[in-house]
Every structure is written in structure tokens, then in C-alpha cells.
């Protein structure tokens, strides 16, 4: 993976988790936005129910105080004052006063709290109302609700009690309204909410007392486990019901306990509050989000794409300028802009071309003076050998003509020969250096190795067995299926025969010469091992250095070809060698040559060039 | 003897207790007497028999006053109009006027013609009779008192209508005597005599009155709630028993009601179920899912023996008592045994004794109210001329 696609991807990852956490922190708030609105909504209901608890308690304190007030009940509460009174005259009076007074629920009772007349039960006279007996400051408790007896069983409402005190006596006037599903009819309610009533009436939850403004409710059976919450522990709870699988369907109960005077649980309020039309919003602010988080992403992408590329092009540079000195190309250079990291880099880089060009450049003229001062050593010395016998033969002829003029003649013959032979000597001597400056570029051509190793060790193979000499045994390991690569046959051919040469000239007891091809990745390999008496690794450190031989008559040049033929094909060469063991030649070679390598050959024909 | 002699008596010294001193003047012949009734007879046909009781009991008296011949079963007969009125106007179900019969026999009526008013509400009667639009009207027993207090004139006969709760046979719930005799002793008569009734009434132990029988006392009529939780304690828990009674009867209504408290007080569970009015035998029949019903019973004549062969024979065919035939004559004793056998199964369980109520204008005179068996003495009923009868009201 690329750079440039690495941070891509690390751009884009970031961008989803920014947008990610955004979208999700939008989607928090959002929510408990609607979750205050949703609270606000149902407080907003609770306290209207309160407030219309409050009015219409208000209201029925009014009016019951107002019948208490009234002439036919004092009037009644002074029949009743008297001794043996006949209360039985009152017994329909309260359906009458009740129905002129708007009261569902309306109670006489006397001091002993037994009823005299009933309204929403006329048949329970004479019966006990006994908490009305309770002491109890009335008219300081206002409205209350509590738990009344209707011929149609217990019901719930909302009442209060005043008294009409006639000497020790007092008639008490209890009325009230019932607390019902017209009650909840007249709640207000926002759209989406609605009210419910559960009407506390028996131990445990019964469906059936769960009333909305219509009637008993439906599916009253899935209130069950807020209000038995609520029977055991009253307090205001919220639950959420899911009616179906449908998210929009869910309704959120708000439980406000109803107590009694004695604080018991005598009913509660369900508020409601659908989800239907904040799921509708929350779904498009979701499809939104989606849409905007799609958009961003694209356009994110495609900053992304953008800033990675504009990032690592600096980086490329550099990349591809370090594969260029790779390549060899030392005067490599990046081009920098910005003074940032990467922008230090590049000139950083640059500066270290630049260095190793110059370092490169002094190298290559150390090595030059060098390779020219072995290069006068060599010819001094190679010259050496054959002007001093020059020397010595035409002094002898100077001493014979001067001093034996008698054998001048003999000594003539003699010194000419001599001297024909040593100037034969130094003849070869310069053709060796005029083959070595010569050494031409290759032609390329589709070149199968294995085929010019057998034909250079056929070359030798007299050789090999020649009588008088110690025998050689070639063993050729050749992979047949070896990729024919781009080379010159011949420079091979001739770096080949160097390398038998100096094989054999390294196995003077003879031995075995192993030569094997094989396929290294596309790269043909040739190994070339003796079991000669092998090399110091101080020999192995020069051994490619031109003129430099360990041998007595050696000119110092074969190896030194072998690795120009070696480099100008792109390959390289190595050797492995072991003192009395024997020496391993490795040539790598390339399907195809890369650029030519400057080699020392070439910087010699350069040299050659500046001084032509 | 003696005990028609004793009825004989009691009639007198009851008609002397409700006649106006003022019924001493002399009868004054003309003039029209408004009736108001609640009833709505649709023919005046005297062989038509009406299953409602009202409505039966409204087409006697008009049969009283257009036919001659009285039969032996207490029914009329003959022709329309050979009776003390003929015919004047009718209008099936609305009102019929009758006028006076000039060769009647026995005499002509005092007043020239009966202007009758059917199917009125009982306040608009008592209503237009305070607003004297009306000379005669019912008055439901429960509001006589109130009448009374408002200033109306009222005329309260004998109690003659025995209010009873009757379980008819082969229900089921009912079947144990025990849940019947816990029902029974829960009902508290008195408060139903004193606060429904507004004391126009008596409580009723016995299938006979008082004042027929004479041996009413002997039955009890007090509640004894104790008694009826620990039979209802006895019994396996039985289903919620359910007590009808006439929808358009107010009475019943309220009376039914406190029964159901009474029983709640005693731990019974019951409820009250308004059922359409109509013959009881009937009803109950058509009432299937009801257990116990209130049903009212005229007494059809001052008789014992006749009065109660008759409410056997109109409450064996529900309850399956007894109602095999009295010796003739029979006994107080034999009476007595018949009743307190009837009583103690507790298929039908007395409750009170309901007199008729009669709301009067100020210038009605001699108005009797009859007895059982008895029909509208509007024959001998005479009216005061319009100064008299301003006077009577400002005295009123």
C-alpha cells in the first residue's frame, strides 16, 4: 500500500469518526431535545390536571358549601336538632338539590353520620357515612378525593364536606363529582397526548378501571406493570409502551399518583405522550444526517484523495529520486517546495546527492590517480623486465666492439637475438593494454548461457586432460530451463574463458571445475568453483582491480575484464574463496541490462577522452 | 259475622275520619268531574281482557260506570251505557267523557258528566290538580306525604296492595330455602314503610292485612341481619342474584333498591334488573335470568279467603305453592296455617301493604275511597258550585 494510499485512508477514517461522533452527538442532542420537549409536554398536562383538579375542587367546595348554606338544609339540620325529628321527609332531597347543584355525588347525614338522603344512592339512607364523623376540620380540607359507594360498585371523586351545626347537632353535607372519563373529556390535550385514569378501587390491577375519555381504555392489560408499580410504590413514574413493532407507535406514560386524605393510592393519571410525530422528525433529521454525512463523505473523499496526493508528492519525489541514486544516477534531484518536514527532507536529500556527487567525483579522481599510478608501476615494471636484458645486451655489445672486437660478431648474433625477444616481449606487452582500452560495448541479443558455458569449457577441453599436466574435471550443472537473457555472446565468452584460466591455473595438481546455471528470479546465476588452493580474503578484497594478480607472469587484467563484461551487462560478481579448499566465482545476470554502470574501464576511456 | 261486622265498623269509622264536615250540605246535582288516571284502556269492550294490572284495574272502573250487571268473578257486563253514564266521547287511550245516565237505576249521579283523562304522569296529575285543573287523580303512595305538605287534599284508602318479593320455582341460586329466608330477613320493612313509603303503609309478615285477617301480627316483620349473614355463611358461594322489578314503576324501583342495600349489609350480593311490566306471571316467565321479583298484589276483596285464594292462584303458577282450595267457609285458623306455611318457604316474601291514594279538588264531596274490590263511588260523588268551592279552597 502507498503512502499516498495510506493517508488516504487515514484522512478518510478520520473524517468518518469526526463526522461519526458529530452525527451521533447531533443525534444525542436531538433526542434529548425532543425528550425535554416530550417531559415539558407531559408537565405541561400534569399541571394542567392539577390546575383543573384545583378549579373544579374549588368549585365543589363552592357548591356544597352553598347547599349547606341554603334555607331547606338549615332548615332540615334544625328538624333534625329536635328530639324524635322525622328525617324520613328528607330522604329524596338530595337527587333534587344535586341535580340543581351539578353534583354527581350528594350526601345528608346526620350527627351520627348515618345518612338521611343520598343522591347517587337513595336506597342507602339510614345507612352510616362514617368518616364523616371523623374529626376533621372540613371546611379547612377543602376538596379531597376519596373512595365513594354507588349502587354500581366504588368509584372514585372528588369531594368536600361542609357542616350545618344546630345547637350539639350537626348535619353534614357531603357532595362531589364523580371521577370519570368525563373529567378526562375535559382535559385540553395537546395533539399526540392523552389521559388516562386508573381508578384504584380494588387490591390488585384490574383492567377494567383504567378509563380514557371514551370509556374503559383498550388494551388496558399493558398498563399492568406501571400501575402495579405504582400500587406498591406510589410516586410519579414514566414508562414507554411499544403497541407495535413500529417505533412510531410507542407511547410515553407519565404516572401521577392520586391520594386520598389518608395519603393512600386511590387513583392515578396516565399521561401519554405519542412518539409517532417525533419518530417522524427524528427520521428525517436521521435521513438528513445521512444525506449531509453522504455529501460530506464524498466531498471528504475527495479532500482526501486530494491532500494525500498534494502530501506525499514531496515524498514521491523524494522516493523516486532515492531510487534514481539507487539506480546509480548520484546527481539525482528532488524538487522542494515548503519549509516543512517534508520540504527539510527534500533539501536534506538533495544536499546529500549533491555531497555523495562530489564525494563520488573526488573518489573517482583518487581512484583515477591511483588506477594511473598502478597503471605506471605496472608498465614500469612490465617494462622493466624486458628494457633491463635490452639494457645489459647492448651493453655488451658496446664492451665486445670496444673490448673483443674478435667476438663482436658472436656476441652480435647472440645480443640481437636477445634483442629481438625482449622487444617481442614488450610488443605483447602493449597489446595486451591496447586489447584492455579496447574493450567494446555489448551488442545485446537473446543469448542462452547454458549454451556459452558449454562452449567455453569445450574450448578448453583439450586442455583439461593435456598430457604431461595434472587432469582437470569439468562437471557443468546446467538448469535446462534457463530464460535466455539480452547479452553479448561473446563478451560472455570471453569473460567466461578468463575464469577457466584462472581456475586452472589455480588448480597447477589439478581438480574439479563446477560450473552451474540456474534460474534466480528471472536472473540467470553462474556459479564457477575450482578445488584449486583458493585466496586470502585480503587476495578476494582486490582481486578485481585492475593489474593486480597473484600470479608470477600474470598482466593483472583478465578479472578486472571479467567485471567490466559483468557490469556493462547490468550483473554483478562476487567470489567466495577458502585457502586450500578452492575459490566460487558467482555471476548474476539480468534478463534484461539496466544502464550501463560507469565502471572503471569507462573511466579510463573518459579520461582517454579528456586528454584526446 | 263478627269479623264483617268488624269491617263494617272500621269502613264507617273511616269514611267518618276523611269526610269533611262540610259533606253535612246537601248535594248539589250537575257540574263536570275531571279525572286524571295513569292507565290508558283501549276499550271499553267488557269481555277484553288487559294483562297490565293498572290498565286492568282503570278498565274496571270505568266498566262500573257504563255497564249494569255486576258478575260474580267482580267483572261487568252488559250494555254500554245501561250502567250510571253513557258514553259520550272516547277516544281509546286518551280520555272518554261519560255523562250522567238520567234513567239510571238506583237514580241519576250527582254530576252531569265525567271528563276522563288517560295515560298522565303522576306529577302532571298532581300538578294539574294543584292548579285545579283536575277533581280526581291517583297519587303514587310514595308522594302522598309531600302532597299532602304541599297542600294537597288526599284521600288514603285501606292498605289493600301487598308489595311482595317472590321467587319463582326452579331457579337454581334460589332453589336453597336458606338463600331465600337470608334474603328475606335482610330486608329492613320498616325503612321501606317510613322513608320510601313516607309511612303511607305497613309492613307486611303476612299475606293478609291486619285489618283483614287480624292475625297479621303474628307474623314478623322486623329484619334480623344477624340471621341472614350467618345463612348466606351456611351456602357455597353462589353467583351475584339478580331482583327485577316493573321499569315503570318508580316504587318498585326504590324499594327494589334498598333491598339490594340490605343485602349488602347482610354480605348478599345482589343486584336490581328493571324488567317490562306485565302480567307477573308472565314477566317472571319472560324473566329468565331473574331470580326474585317484586310484584304487587290487590286485594280483591276485604275477604280473607277470597283475598288470599286469590294471590295463591295468581302466585302458584310461579312459585309452584300451594293453592289448593280453602274449606268454605274457612277459618281464621285455616287461614292463618295457609299463610304461615306459604310465608315460611319463602317463595314469597311479604314486604308491605300499600294503600291507594286519591289527590281530591276542593269541591269534590263525597268521595268514599273504596275498599277492595270496591269501584270509584263517582256516582254519589257531588261537586260544589264555584263560590263554595272558592271558599273551601281559601279555608284549604
Redesign the interface.
Known sequence: MTFRSKLFWVFTLALLLSVGLIAAGVMVVTQRAFEDLNQQHSDALVAQFQREFERRGQDIVHRVQGIADAEPTVRMAIDLSRPKSDVSIYVNDARGVSHAHQLDILDFAANDGSIISSAEWPARFGYKLSWVTQPEDWAARGSFLTKVETPEGPTLALMSVATVRVGDNNLYVAGGQRLGKEFLASLVLPTGMRALLYLNLDPAYQPANLLDSNGPANDAERFAPILEKEQQQPGQQTAKINWTSDPASAEIFHALPLLGRQKELLGVLLVGNSQREIAIVENRIIWLALAVVGIGLLIGLLLSWWGAARVTRPVRNLAEGAREVAAGNWNAHVDVRGGGEIGQLGRAFNQMTQQMSEQRERLVQSERVAAWREVARRLAHELKNPLFPLQTTVENLQRAKEQRPEQFEEVFRESTGILLSEIENLKTITDRFSDFSKMPQPELAAVNMNEVVRSAVKLFEAQFGAVGRPPITPELHLQEDLPAIQADSALLHRALENLILNAMDAMPAGGVLMLRTTNNNGKVHLEISDTGTGLTPEECDRLFTPYYTTKQHGTGLGLAIVQSVVSDHGGRISVESETGVGTSFHIELPSQPARRAQTIPSIFEKEKGKEG | MKLRLCLFLAAISFALATVPAETARRPRYGGVLRVEIEAAVSSLEPTTGVKDLEVSGAKRQFDALIYRRRNSDGTFSSVAGSGLFQIAEWEPGKHVTLTANENAPGGRPFVDSIQIQMGRAARDMLLDLELGKTDLTEIPVEQA??AV?RGVRVSVSQPDELLALVFPAGRTTTEDARVREALAAAI?RA?IV???L??NGEAAGGLLPQWSSGTAFLFSTAADVVRAKELWAQLPKSAKLVLGYDLGDPLEQ?VA??I??NAR?AGISVT?QATPGAEAATAMAASGDIDARLMRFRMPSPVPRVALMNFLAALSPVTKIDASLLPDPASPQDIYDRERAIVSSYRVVPLVWLPQVYGLSARVRNWIAPGPGETWPLADVWLDGPAEAASEKEKR
Open positions: 306525604r309531600r305538605d329492613d325503612s317510613n322513608f320510601i313516607q309511612k326504590s333498591e334498598r339490594v342495600v349489609e336490581a
